[in-house]
Structures are given as C-alpha cells and as structure tokens.
C-alpha cells in the first residue's frame, strides 16, 4: 500500500480502509507494540466531501459485516456542548463585537479537551456497543481544537477499542523532528508521534 494517498483513487482507499478494519489484527490491536490503538487516516483537505462520503459508505459496509462503528464528530459534538451549558446563542450574538482571539480563548475553555471533550467521548463511548470508533469534523473546529489534544486525553480513556481519527492533512514521521500532524498541509505544530498511520498497516 502506497504511502502517497494523493495517488490513491478513492476506491483503493475504501477498499484498504474497510480490509483493514474488518480484519481480526486491527480489530485485535495486534502489531502495534503496546502503544494505543490509536490511527490517523490523512486526505487532501480539497478532499474533504468526498471523504466524508468515503467514511458514511465504510461505516455502513462494516456494519453489515457486524463491525460496529462509534462516530464522533468533534464540530457536531462541540454544538452539543455548548447547547447543554446553554451558551451557544449568547456566543454566536458575541461573534460579531468581540477579537477572534477572544473568540477563540473563550471556545477554548468552553470545549476544552480535558474538561470537557474528552469526558463526553468517554459517555458516549460508555453508552455505545462498537468495536472502532471515528472521530471527524478535525479541520471544522480548529484553531479552538487542537487534534493532537484530543488524542492525548483520550489516551487514558480509549485503550480497549481502535480509534481513527480522520485528518484533514498529512501525519508525517521523520528522524529529526519526530511526529506531527500538519493540518491542512500547512500548521506543522501539533505533536504527535503515538497513532499509526492506517495505511502503513496492513490487514
């Protein structure tokens, strides 16, 4: 399997996706060394509708082979968030008269990954029967979520099931600068070296 996903058509990457996921080893958390069963699933941010519809189409083919997904979408889960707190009208009348700055550090505490993000995965992971959970919406509540914060709290809370994080833009692993997921293929700021990269691993 090609580690160049640009020159991937989308059907082999359906395809390795769903062989991979399927299978007893990514399913058994084999062949990962004692590290989470973290994964990223990288695209072209250009691509981002037509992997949105690549992720619905393997959702429903794995549950037709009995393979259960969890789907967390950060951007969907966010809006939840602040609607339980009751605050989403008051920040989206605040958006026009305050800094985006101010903007964000607000969206920051409201939805941080500790306090708040990372405990509501966790109910609803505690609510659901899955074998993989995927986590979208990366590039939809950024810069106020951070990916790599959200996979280093999850680390205490989903160890027993795969995790793949759908990531709009490039994971890439050198010697010199370690690990790090290059949002948008451009913010190469987010370190993050403990999830594989699900084409690099085979079924």
């Not at 359906?14 to 996921?21: A, R």
């Not at 010199?176 to 084409?199: C, H, M, P, Q, V």
């Amino acid at each position: 399997m090609t580690s160049d996903i640009a020159s991937m058509p989308m059907q082999d990457r359906f395809n390795h996706l769903l062989g991979v996921i399927s299978g007893r080893r990514f399913l058994n958390k084999q062949g990962l060394g004692n590290e989470v069963p973290f994964f990223i699933c990288p695209f072209r941010p250009e691509e981002a509708v037509a992997m949105a519809r690549l992720q619905r189409q393997l959702q429903n083919k794995l549950d037709q082979t009995g393979v259960r997904t969890l789907d967390i979408n950060l951007y969907d889960l966010s809006i939840e968030l602040l609607k339980e707190r009751g605050i989403l009208d008051q920040i989206i009348e605040m958006e026009a008269s305050v800094s985006k700055a101010e903007l964000k550090e607000l969206l920051q505490g409201v939805l941080d990954p500790e306090a708040h993000l990372v405990p509501a995965i966790a109910k609803r992971m505690n609510d659901a029967e899955f074998d993989v959970m995927f986590i979208s919406g990366v590039g939809e509540v950024f810069p106020y979520i951070r990916s790599h914060n959200v996979l280093n709290n999850l680390q205490s809370v989903a160890k027993e099931k795969p995790t793949l994080m759908f990531f709009p833009g490039a994971y890439t692993h050198s010697l010199e600068t370690g690990a790090s997921l290059d949002l948008f293929g451009r913010l190469r700021d987010d370190k993050y070296y403990r999830a594989f990269n699900i084409y690099h691993y085979d079924a």
